[in-house]
Nanobody, 124 residues
Framework: VQLQASGGGLVQAGGSLRLSCVAS????????MGWFRQAPGKEREFVSA????????YYADSVKGRFTISRDNAKNTVYLQMNNLKPEDTAVYYC??????????????????WGQGTLVTVSS
């Protein structure tokens, strides 16, 4: 599986961005797709994830109410709509897939394949 993340950029606080993650290769409808982020000097942290088959989602408390994850299975694409962005959202955002878990995991070690990351910078 190859994952290609895109959509990052520079935005002012309060602005919006939509990230996309396209999966190619051998994908499975039951996979869980997640978004993580890593700010300079910090550990990679869970942002959100979605079960591609059932559609259930999960969010980190820090983004709940501001970010929305969705999927288009026909396009093998997962989106992360980010609204009301804050400077603390600045990070490299990575998409990843977990095809072993039955429920959404927040630990990065549960995810098997990772995209290359896309940089989101939020200015104050």
């Amino acid at each position: 599986v190859q994952l290609q993340a895109s959509g990052g950029g520079l935005v002012q606080a309060g602005g919006s961005l939509r990230l996309s993650c396209v999966a190619s290769g051998r994908t499975f409808s039951g996979d869980i797709m997640g978004w993580f982020r890593q700010a300079p000097g910090k550990e990679r942290e869970f942002v959100s994830a979605i079960n591609l088959k059932r559609g259930n989602t999960y969010y980190a408390d820090s983004v709940k109410g501001r970010f929305t994850i969705s999927r288009d299975n026909a396009k093998n694409t997962v989106y992360l709509q980010m609204n009301n962005l804050k400077p603390e959202d600045t990070a490299v955002y990575y998409c990843a897939t977990d095809r072993r878990s039955f429920s959404i995991a927040t630990n990065p070690s549960a995810y098997d394949f990772w995209g290359q990351g896309t940089l989101v910078t939020v200015s104050s």
